[in-house]
T-cell receptor, first 115, second 115 residues
Framework: KNQVEQSPQSLIILEGKNCTLQCNYTVSPFSNLRWYKQDTGRGPVSLTIMTFSENTKSNGRYTATLDADTKQSSLHITASQLSDSASYICVVSLGYGGATNKLIFGTGTLLAVQP | SAVISQKPSRDICQRGTSLTIQCQVDSQVTMMFWYRQQPGQSLTLIATANQGSEATYESGFVIDKFPISRPNLTFSTLTVSNMSPEDSSIYLC????????????FGSGTRLTVV
């Protein structure tokens, strides 16, 4: 069964600290993996996208890693800010090819950054 | 990436009534997607809306309950019909990225509460 699991479910950190969110997937065939940030009451916004051959990608203070062998990804947030408080969702695309790939969503990690 | 305007942003509705959610995209897109996000859950695809043809529904979702219109390449509506409290969710529309390096773009969501 195609699944995306994220851990932890929720996380509280102090402003300025770093944190790492985990994503494990059992999706086949794999096309790509995306991390999204979803602020409360808003739609998800893309942070990074990685294909099978990429093992790290950065977007500002966000760095995502991908290990296609172990089917694991992580999102590392450096020097956290209050505005980083949000749900972070890992999304894996099934690689059927063609115009549209099916997306498998994780349940997200709810991050709270406290002053 | 595309910009999506989704409305209403939230609504409280009586059971047995219907609500129509609108999504307007700032550019022409082939496919639009409608998702449901129940509290504490990941996003679940309801249907894919193509212009000029009937929407394609995922398992567990039917046209009578979630009729979709796609009159042109920049607009779509989702109606939640004969609502019950179980329909209380966030509903989001989404479009594919124009460039493969970008993530899917999501609307800001409609938070629906059925009482």
């Amino acid at each position: 069964k195609n699944q995306v699991e994220q851990s932890p479910q929720s996380l509280i950190i102090l402003e300025g600290k770093n944190c790492t969110l985990q994503c494990n997937y059992t999706v086949s065939p794999f096309s790509n993996l995306r991390w999204y940030k979803q602020d409360t009451g808003r739609g998800p916004v893309s942070l990074t996208i990685m294909t099978f051959s990429e093992n790290t990608k950065s977007n500002g203070r966000y760095t995502a890693t991908l290990d296609a062998d172990t089917k694991q990804s992580s999102l590392h947030i450096t020097a956290s800010q209050l505005s980083d408080s949000a749900s972070y969702i890992c999304v894996v695309s099934l690689g059927y090819g063609g115009a549209t790939n099916k997306l498998i969503f994780g349940t997200g990690t709810l991050l709270a950054v406290q002053p | 990436s595309a910009v999506i305007s989704q409305k209403p942003s939230r609504d409280i509705c009586q059971r047995g009534t219907s609500l129509t959610i609108q999504c307007q995209v700032d550019s022409q897109v082939t496919m639009m997607f409608w998702y449901r996000q129940q509290p504490g859950q990941s996003l679940t695809l309801i249907a894919t809306a193509n212009q000029g043809s009937e929407a394609t529904y995922e398992s567990g979702f039917v046209i009578d309950k979630f009729p979709i219109s796609r009159p042109n390449l920049t607009f779509s509506t989702l109606t939640v019909s004969n609502m019950s409290p179980e329909d209380s969710s966030i509903y989001l529309c989404s479009v594919e990225p124009r460039i493969s390096d970008y993530g899917y773009t999501f609307g800001s969501g409609t938070r629906l509460t059925v009482v």
